[in-house]
Each structure stands twice: as structure tokens, then as C-alpha cells.
């Protein structure tokens, strides 16, 4: 599969997704306006594209919260789970183990940045 290498940024102090004017470097440091971010890892969260997206077209980025249709004894069940990279595997699973491009009928609820009650609801423990 080939994809453009997309991405978001999460602004924690602004708390919000920007992307214009903002870049990553060979280093794979953030860079805005040509300039090396220096505070990225305290101020920035970066999210790349899984190159897959959810039956209504919505893409799928890591850290996104989607629920899927799974087979269990026969039934179909829903499940809801967090996307995550897994770079000793080279792809996106979800954190319960489940490789993404394995799973089908994949609706995206929404992300714990925007959305912080879809992780207390599904995702805390």
C-alpha cells in the first residue's frame, strides 16, 4: 500500500489540531516557518495517517478511537479500540492486539484530544 506521508499536529497549550505551516524533517523533528521546533515533544502530540479510511470516508490517524465488527462464535459483536503503531511490526494495530487492515466495517467515534470523554467512556481502565 502506498500513501502520502500525512500527519496531524496537536497543539496541547492551544488544544487544538493545526498543520498549517508545519513540516517534518528527514530527522523527524517537527519544523514551522523553516524553523526546528524545540519545545515538540512538550507542547506538540504528532498523529500520522494509517492510510485506511472508515466506512464513511473519515481517515484514520493514530490515536483515533474507532469501533469495528468482529467474529466471535459466530456472531458478529462490535468492539471499540485505540489505534496505535506498532514500529516492530511495521503497521497500525489496535491496542487489544487486532491488526487494523484485518478488520472491516471500521467507524472512527472520534479522538481522546478532541473528544476526552470517548477515552474515559471506552478507554480507561
Known amino acids: 500500500m502506498s500513501f502520502p506521508n500525512r500527519f ?3 497543539d496541547k497549550q492551544a488544544k487544538e489540531f493545526v ?3 508545519y ?6 523533528k517537527l519544523i514551522r516557518m523553516g524553523q526546528e521546533v524545540s519545545s515538540q515533544d512538550e507542547h506538540y ?3 500520522f495517517y494509517t492510510g485506511i479510511k472508515d466506512k464513511y470516508d473519515k481517515e484514520l490517524f493514530e490515536e483515533d478511537i474507532i469501533e469495528h ?3 466471535k462464535g459466530g456472531n458478529l459483536t462490535q468492539e471499540v479500540g485505540i489505534i496505535r503503531y506498532l514500529p516492530d511490526k511495521a ?3 489496535l491496542e487489544n492486539g487486532l491488526p487494523l487492515l ?3 466495517s471500521l467507524r472512527k467515534l472520534g479522538n ?5 470523554i470517548l477515552f474515559d467512556l471506552y478507554l480507561k481502565k
Do not use: M, S
Request: glycine share 10%; net charge positive; hydrophobic share 40%.
Open 8 to 10: 496531524r499536529i496537536w
Open 19 to 21: 498543520n498549517k505551516g
Open 23 to 28: 513540516t517534518l524533517g528527514l530527522n523527524g
Open 45 to 47: 502530540v504528532i498523529h
Open 69 to 71: 465488527t468482529i467474529a
Open 91 to 93: 503497521a497500525y494495530f
Open 102 to 104: 484485518q478488520l472491516f
Open 112 to 116: 481522546p484530544y478532541e473528544n476526552p
